[in-house]
């Protein structure tokens, strides 16, 4: 727990790594996956503060090669998941492209430029798609000319100063290894995939909540940013109150917000309550570790109060 953006408990338990018998630690690194997101968009949204990019951009400004349908999303589409674009991961496990074949951020935005045909009308509907974020990515790299991992360490990490870094398949010695769920057995994931955007964020749950405490304080981009997380939120699905996505970011009815992640066998969530003072941040390395138990492998939490 913690109190204003201080730490005061923080746990850890379980194995970094099985075959070494490495143990999992409050400072162990995970992958956060798709909690990563919210880290895009708020690059995105502090480059349309500068001036270097509005939301209201087509993507096609950005990134060339797109089919037509490049010139009627807009940036602001690609932040909320209203595109319509379908995901990328699909395509790439259609054409047999497994998890442990390398791929590029040139790879998964051909394949993206392959896509002709959209799901939705720009700006019909939510429809979740890693591709969005792929595309974020580069739209932050041609805005701002320099590379998101740069942009995020110069923008974000740096200034709040936040033990994170953009770098997928990351291998270090304090770094979990993640691991898959096949026939009931643990097997450690040979992630190879390498695009930017949608995930591979590394970090621990305790950076994680003061990160999320930067939705209270505004220490990062101050009150604009704050109202720009939200401003846009759309409706995940038809319900009467239902969830908002917002920059990045799931808005819940009370007003609280979160994300979940889970990839190359990862998991990691956090939620910030409506007051801004309480954040959970949990993160482990197996795939299904908040479906069921039984696949925990190590579980490093902290709570923020």
Known sequence: MAIDGQVVWSG???SAN??????????????????????????????SFDGALSLRDPVS????????????????????HTSGIPDYIQHFTAAGISYDTPTTQQDAIRAIAGMTDLNATPGETFEYSNSNYVLLADVAAAASGTPLPDLL???VFDPLGLDMVLHPTLQAPDVATGYWTVNGALVPE????????????????SELARWADNYRTGRLGGPTLLAAVTASAVPKDTQP????????????????FGHLGGWAGYSS???????RHTTVAASCNSDNAFDSPTGLVGLQAIWYD
């Open 241 to 256: 109150n239902p969830v908002r996505y917002g920059a990045g970011i799931d808005v819940f009815p009370d007003g609280a």
């Open 61 to 80: 400004r950005y990134v060339p090669g797109l089919p037509a349908w490049g010139d009627h999303v807009s940036i602001d589409q690609l932040i909320h």
């Open 18 to 47: 099985i075959d070494q018998k490495t143990p999992l630690t409050t400072a162990t690194r995970f992958d956060i996956a798709s909690v990563s997101k919210q880290f895009t968009a708020t690059a995105i949204l502090l480059l």
């Open 269 to 275: 969530f956090m939620t910030t309550a409506i007051d």
């Open 12 to 14: 850890a338990r379980g």
């Open 153 to 155: 360490k110069q923008r």
């Open 190 to 205: 040979a992630m190879r995939w390498t695009q930017l955007g949608d995930g591979s964020i590394y970090t621990t749950p």
